[in-house]
């Protein structure tokens, strides 16, 4: 089942995301964009409640006044990767997304992964960030002309941390 995540499960989370990297940045990274309140949200894979993958969307600062997100981190339990459950809450993730009323997402993640839910390094061409250029930056459009026109995006302060 995927839910939006609640505070009881923040423990449990920084569990996963630490399994899932190996080391425990990524989960710092989460508890930093929460204390700092620029996450617009995250959902959890729970089965049969345990806390079993996480993913975290956060607002970007854009130069227009349209709402941008920054896709990270998705982190699944290493037992269960490469089971569906990373791909269920991407998904799940881009649905709520549009429900937010993001006209894009941005990720810096795996070049062979994201593409298969519509992200592109291409998309992403015309954005200029810290983390652009390389082939794991990428963007999925979801509002017509999202990435049409050149666009700056700054990363909330905790990606730097």
Do not use: N
Not at 33 to 50: I, K, N
Not at 82 to 87: D, I, L, Y
């Amino acid at each position: 089942m995927i839910r939006f995540a609640r505070a009881a499960d923040h423990p449990a989370i920084a569990e996963v995301v630490e399994a899932a990297f190996g080391q425990p940045d990524e989960a710092r990274l989460v508890e930093r964009l929460r204390a700092d309140g620029d996450v617009l949200f995250e959902l959890v894979s729970d089965t049969h409640g345990q806390v079993d993958g996480h993913i975290l969307l956060s607002r970007l600062w854009a130069d227009s006044q349209a709402l941008y997100a920054a896709l990270a981190p998705l982190a699944v339990a290493p037992g269960l990767q490469r089971t569906g459950v990373g791909s269920a809450l991407t998904r799940a993730s881009v649905e709520q997304a549009r429900e937010f009323g993001a006209h894009g997402i941005i990720v810096l993640g795996h070049p062979a992964y994201y593409p298969r839910f519509g992200f592109s390094a291409d998309t992403a061409a015309k954005v200029k960030s810290a983390y652009a250029g390389g082939p794991g930056f990428m963007a999925l459009a979801l509002e017509p002309g999202a990435f049409d026109a050149p666009l700056s995006v700054i990363y909330p302060d905790a990606f730097s941390g």
